[in-house]
């Protein structure tokens, strides 16, 4: 009987330490789950907290880039200040205890850049983001670029062709590259502020970034597409303005086509097939344009006339152009202006005689083909003249966390 007795009390005290280890794993559990559950729950009003500061700040972009365009004191500094700088705190933004800055700071007249940062308070923790966009408005004028008659923003590519530039020269703020089925003959001097291969560089007719004094970077002139608030902008003064469907169903009618006034088509423009087209004044696409189907059998003859000396002249494109058929273009006294790539591909024959200028963002010519610029100072501050200053553009966008 005393050693049952015995094996019953160690069995009690085995149940009972079994059981207090039981709970005490349990409390240590629960202990982790609960520190876990706090912890997520941090993370996750933190990136809340985090989220809505960005987004104030991002508001503050849009909010400096509107002022910038509409308030009269911010417009004149930026425009007109090349060390303009500006602080402006908004609070109450969105959040109870939200707030952004928005600090812009010129780099040039018209050019700088702007950092908002939003800052969301919740009790005694602040969070804060910024993020930061480089804006400019490229200023147009009599004619920005006098002694130039091809501008290039970016790249210029000649494989093939022959390419004359008379009056003047050729610019590019990136690089150039002349292939050895390419026949140039340039007047002016030829300036890249990269590289140009293909040719000799000596400093006088030919002049890259191995040069000195080194090419300066010359902002691209840019014209108002169709800025609501811009009573200058080319949709506002525009003579007829079609959806691309309508200019489509317009081609599709006519064989031959006269257009007078500034025609601005809301859409990517595409001309193919054997027709003559007429335009006394400018052709706009806040598209693309393109002429003719690549490798196809098209022969288009386009003619631009300059019809006053307050009517632009010409085409211009908000996207690309692109010539693909085996045409005629004959810009008299006006721009081909795109604020996109210039290309030319045709498998057979092109003739594209400007008289004026040529501006676009890039080129790439790859064709049997005859390219005649003639610069026309006139022609092409006549055709930039009635834009001072473009909308703003975002060129480059970042953001940083703090």
């Known amino acids: 009987m005393a050693a049952t007795s015995k094996n019953k009390k160690n069995s009690r005290g085995f149940v009972l330490i079994a059981a207090m280890l039981a709970m005490a794993a349990i409390a240590v559990l629960a202990f982790f789950v609960s520190s876990f559950t706090v912890t997520e729950n941090k993370i996750s009003v933190t990136q809340s907290n985090s989220l809505k ?55 040039g007249p018209a050019t700088g850049i702007i950092t908002a940062t939003g800052n969301y308070v919740v009790g005694s923790k602040t969070s804060r983001r910024v993020v930061k966009a480089a804006v400019f408005k490229a200023m147009g004028g009599s004619n920005p670029l006098p002694e130039i008659s091809f501008y290039n923003d970016g790249p210029l590519q000649l494989s093939r062709g022959n390419l004359t530039v008379l009056n003047g ?34 400093c006088v007719d030919y002049v890259d970034k191995h040069c000195s004094p080194l090419p300066e970077p010359i902002l ?29 169903e317009l081609l599709a009618n006519n064989q031959d086509i006269t257009l007078n006034g500034i025609t601005y088509v809301t859409g990517d423009i595409f001309i193919s097939g054997s027709r003559q087209l007429t335009i006394n004044g400018a052709l706009v696409a806040d598209g693309s344009i393109n002429l003719g189907v690549k490798n196809g059998d098209d022969a288009i003859v386009l003619t631009a006339n300059s019809l006053s000396s307050t009517t632009p002249t010409g085409l ?49 010519i790859d064709s049997n083909s005859y390219i005649q610029i003639t610069l026309d100072p006139w022609a092409v501050g006549s055709a930039l003249s009635s834009f001072e200053y473009s909308p703003i553009v975002t060129v480059d966008h970042w953001e940083e966390e703090y």
């Not at 990136?174 to 502020?193: K, L, Q």
């Not at 058929?325 to 795109?338: K, L, R």
């Open 53 to 107: 500061a960005y987004y104030l700040a991002e508001s503050g972009i849009a909010d400096g880039i509107n002022r910038i365009k509409n308030d009269p004191t911010w417009k004149d500094g930026f425009e007109n200040n090349p060390s303009w700088n500006h602080t402006y705190v908004k609070t109450d933004a969105f959040y109870p205890g939200s707030s952004y800055t928005i600090n812009i700071a010129n780099t």
């Open 316 to 364: 211009f494109a908000k996207d690309s152009i692109v010539f693909n058929a085996n045409s005629d273009i004959q810009i008299n006294h006006g721009v081909i202006y795109t604020d996109g790539d210039f290309n030319v591909w045709v498998k057979a024959f092109v003739n594209i005689t400007v008289e004026g200028g040529i501006l676009c963002r890039g080129s790439n």
């Open 220 to 248: 691209m002139p840019s014209v108002s597409f169709d800025d609501p608030d811009d009573p200058n902008s080319l949709k506002a003064r525009a003579s007829q303005v079609y959806s691309e469907a309508q200019f489509e």
């Open 169 to 202: 020269g050729i610019f590019s703020n990136d690089g150039m590259v002349f292939n050895v089925d390419a026949n140039i003959n340039i007047e002016g001097t030829t300036t890249a502020v990269g590289n140009i291969n293909g040719v000799v560089i000596d």
